[in-house]
């Protein structure tokens, strides 16, 4: 069983890359085998449908539906902006469903793994509210499945250690936590 870990942000020192890479870390503290990308890596342009009929789905954006593929179970850090995503990691989520093999949706990379998703921002809120969004563009605009555990980190520039854990014990705790339900999601999923 494989998790993958990535955030939704590029920005140097991203509090979400952050995040996310602390999960990863507990995810190999717990013997699990896991992999952080950054979504730097996979840069595609804003999604318009003339631009797809033209050209089809860019190559990044089939290799990130490649790459979601080879893992059981996939955490998301979502940075908050004006109250929800990043349009980078909206772009990313929505070109994904436009790679499509003959006969399928695009949604199938989606439905067939389980989802963690998580946030940090500098805020009281923690990106609780992006999270919400996160949640139904997941659960209702592409149909899969996300753990009920979550976790939002808010006052993200003072909330880490030097070694990349949480300051806050109990955010420490509740982070461990929602990796441990994801890896046990994506086991049982994976099995059935």
């Given amino acids: 069983m494989r998790l993958l870990f990535f955030g939704g942000s590029t920005r140097e020192g991203s509090f979400n890359r ?19 990308v950054d979504l730097k890596d996979y840069p595609m342009p804003i999604y318009e449908g003339d631009l797809e009929a033209k050209d089809g789905p860019p190559e990044r954006a089939r290799a990130f539906k490649a790459l979601l593929g080879e893992y059981q ?31 399928e949706s695009g949604l199938e990379v989606y439905k067939t793994r389980v989802f963690a998703i998580s946030g940090a921002s500098p805020g009281y809120y923690g990106a609780m509210r992006s999270l919400l969004h996160l949640r139904q563009i ?18 993200a520039m003072d909330a880490f250690e030097a070694d990349g854990s949480l300051k806050d014990k109990g955010q420490q705790k509740l982070c461990t936590d929602v990796v441990e339900a994801l890896a046990v999601a994506a086991r049982k999923f994976a099995a059935s």
């Fill in 138 to 155: 997941l659960e209702v605009g592409v149909g899969a499945t996300v753990i009920p555990q979550q976790i939002a980190v808010p006052r």
């Fill in 18 to 36: 952050k995040l996310a890479a602390l999960g990863r870390h507990i995810a190999e503290a717990n013997g699990i085998e896991a992999v952080l």
């Fill in 73 to 103: 179970g996939v955490f998301i850090a979502s940075p908050e902006y004006n109250s929800s995503v990043t349009p980078l990691l909206k772009n990313t989520l929505d070109w994904v469903t436009r790679v499509k093999a003959k006969g």
